[in-house]
């Protein structure tokens, strides 16, 4: 496909359509695949600084697509693509060791819906591979991003990525049918190799931290603090793991004080490796057992060890932490602070008392507190139930 015109911020350029299509079931994921492909090949051609200045995180670059010979069954015949701030999410990418090849394939492929979706409604995908959440955000939380994407930057840089805070790997803005959409790209909090099999979304709070009934319905649905309280109550990390832990969680929460936020959670996945692996044999049950012969293998169910699942520290795995040898349960939790965007102002503070005059309760059971106590409330509920 050819002459359609391209417009980056400064000026219009003819390009080429390359032949590869991308097809979604949904325009705005088509238009999403594109933009991605398109983006990454072009900082391919671009000189990668050695030191991110200011401009860079206020930088983007825009293209505007018209093109009437496009197949519309395809692609959106018009739609316009903006990514935010390349240089710097690339800088991102390069630290968590995402290659801009790697990233562009798992994303040029159609992502999948999640079907479960938050309180506020917002839409989430999954890449086909797992590796990465898409997340539909607001103008505002775009705003938020570029607020503290230069202080997030420098923690980032001086943590050395060791951090349980999302890892921002792009965000877009997509124009499909004169809408804009905006798209954050981050890192799949859960394993893109394991099962989980529950799901916890903690914030230290009591008042409406429950999963409803409708939400209990999903197979693997997320439960909240209430849920966390009569399903399970601790999570069994063994002294060491939980100082380690603790330290890094306590480093990230004081970043968030700092940038003012509050409402944050702890988002817990977890494996269990003995109902994983009767999941694993029974799959392998239906397979011809002399499959294994034919490569050399002497395992019958094709699973890997605990002892491989618990090392695995490739790059594309989240946090991961396996429950104490002393511990009744086997299993492996996959952890990370989801939620970092919302600011303490006017509008949770009008909240913050509304709640408390509606609930009957004070601080220590609503979520919308000062960022101090939010915090304080957050950290110490953590550090009580990991033992």
């Known amino acids: 496909m050819e002459g359609h015109k391209i417009k980056t911020k400064s000026k219009f350029k003819v390009r080429h359509q390359k032949h590869k299509l991308f097809r979604a079931n949904d325009p705005l994921l088509s238009v999403l695949m594109w933009g991605v492909n398109f983006t990454i090949h072009e900082l391919e051609n671009v000189n990668i600084p050695v030191m991110l200045l200011p401009e860079h995180f206020k930088a983007c670059v825009k293209i505007r697509i018209d093109n009437q010979n496009f197949n519309k069954e395809v ?28 990233f562009r394939d ?14 506020s409604n917002i839409t989430y995908y999954q890449s086909m591979d797992r590796r990465f959440i898409l997340k539909c955000i607001s103008k505002e939380d775009v705003e938020q991003i570029h607020n503290i994407l230069p202080e997030y930057h420098r923690y980032i840089v001086e943590s050395q990525g060791d951090t349980l805070l999302p890892h921002y790997y792009a965000m877009y803005r997509l124009t499909v049918d004169d809408k804009e959409n905006y798209i954050l790209v981050m890192r799949n909090i859960f394993s893109s190799k394991l099962k989980i099999h529950h799901k916890y979304d903690v914030k230290g709070s009591t008042v409406d931290r429950s999963a409803t009934d409708k939400e209990k319905l999903n197979p693997c649905p997320t439960l909240k603090d209430n849920d966390f309280l009569e399903n399970k109550g601790v999570i069994d990390l063994g002294f060491e793991q939980k100082q380690i832990f603790m330290e890094r969680l306590k480093r990230d929460v004081n970043f968030l004080v700092n940038q003012h936020k509050m409402g944050y959670s702890l988002l817990i996945g977890i494996h269990d490796l003995d109902q994983g692996g009767l999941e694993r044999e029974k799959r392998a049950s239906v397979v011809d057992m002399n499959t294994s012969d034919l490569s050399g293998n002497d395992s019958s169910d094709g699973s890997e060890s605990p002892t491989q699942i618990g090392d695995d520290t490739s790059f594309d795995e989240p946090f991961r932490m396996r429950s104490s040898e002393a511990s009744t349960r086997r299993e492996l939790y996959n952890l990370g602070i989801i939620d970092i965007l919302t600011n303490y102002g006017m509008k949770k503070k009008s909240a913050h008392v509304a709640k408390t005059k509606l609930s009957g309760s004070d601080a220590d059971g609503i979520s919308t507190v000062r960022p101090e106590i939010y915090a304080r409330r957050f950290l110490e509920f953590i550090d009580k139930h990991f033992i």
Not at 79 to 89: A, G, I, R, S
């Open 75 to 102: 692609m959106p015949s018009h739609f316009k693509v903006k990514e935010y701030c390349p240089l710097v999410f690339r800088a991102f990418r390069e630290h968590w060791k995402v290659h801009d090849s790697s």
């Open 106 to 119: 798992s994303l040029t492929e159609p992502p999948i819906p999640l079907s479960e979706t938050s309180k």
